[in-house]
């Protein structure tokens, strides 16, 4: 992928609400971001044959790639103690990371909320290929 921009963004589960809409937003605008010359990669601790399911469901046109073992998501540092209700648990922390073509990490987004963050990376993404 070096030569490009990647938005590789961290989420939880497959076919969740808040997974859902992240996708689905980031398909909706992958044509704008395909036209910055930037792919798209949304990785999850699901298997192969669930994101399968999950991309023929909503259509998704991007790579999903499975990490299973959690490895890349404890490399990137998501993988971390959550806490809902008063518990505690480890899981994915939703983040997305934007790799410049040089393969340098350019923009770090952390524990965010799904809604609308796809348009947020892409205005992001604007503003570095217009500097």
Not at 30 to 55: C, E, N, W, Y
Request: glycine share 6%; net charge positive; aromatic share 12%.
């Amino acid at each position: 992928m070096r030569g490009s921009y990647v938005v590789l963004y961290f989420y939880p589960k497959d076919d969740t609400p808040g997974c859902t809409t992240e996708a689905t937003e980031f398909r909706d605008l992958q044509t704008r971001f395909s036209a910055l010359d930037a792919l798209i990669v949304g990785i999850s601790p699901d298997s192969v044959s669930r994101h399968a399911g999950f991309k023929a469901k909503y259509d998704l046109t991007f790579v999903l790639a499975a990490d299973e073992e959690k490895e890349v998501a404890k490399r990137y540092g998501v993988w971390r103690t959550k806490i809902n209700y008063g518990r505690a648990y480890e899981g994915i922390v939703r983040s997305t990371f934007l790799i410049d073509p040089e393969g340098k990490i350019a923009h770090v987004w952390d524990n965010i909320k799904a809604k609308g963050h796809a348009e947020r990376v892409l205005a992001t993404l604007e503003k570095l290929r217009a500097a």
